[in-house]
């Protein structure tokens, strides 16, 4: 049995800014945009991993969240502490360079961690927090 990660999901509130920050920023490809009345979902992905996703999705949209959650989803997001990914490259200081070159919102420079691991972090677009580590 072979279970792999598919797709993941992160809120965006501003479809093109962030597929700008995935794309250009980092070098993703757009794989498919959906839209749905106002709402609109945009899967990138590195083009090397074709079968690993990330879905850009309208934030607080699930229909059992209450209003007071839906609030504090959009609270959350504007304080950058809702959601967060990880990805790793092969040349961390290239790809902090680029990504740094964008304009992108740099959370911390590439350092080495106490835990093992160098690494660095960005936000999104939409607050999400964006962590990168060295392969």
Known sequence: M????QHTFLPADDHE?????????????????VGYGTMR????????Q???SIVLCPPAVDPGLTDDER?????????????T?????????ETFD?????????????IDQDYGVR?????????NLVRINQR
């Open 2 to 5: 072979s279970v792999i990660i």
């Open 17 to 33: 800014a962030s597929i700008a920050f995935y794309r250009d920023a980092l070098g993703f490809e757009v794989r498919n945009d």
């Open 41 to 48: 979902w945009v899967t990138v992905g590195p083009k090397e």
């Open 50 to 52: 074709p079968q690993t």
């Open 71 to 83: 609030r504090t989803i959009v609270e959350m997001m504007a304080k950058g502490s809702y959601a």
């Open 85 to 93: 990914i990880v990805l790793a490259s092969d040349d961390l200081a």
């Open 98 to 110: 680029r990504v740094q070159a964008t304009g992108a919102d740099v959370v911390q420079e590439p």
């Open 119 to 127: 690494d660095c972090a960005f936000r999104d677009p939409a607050g």
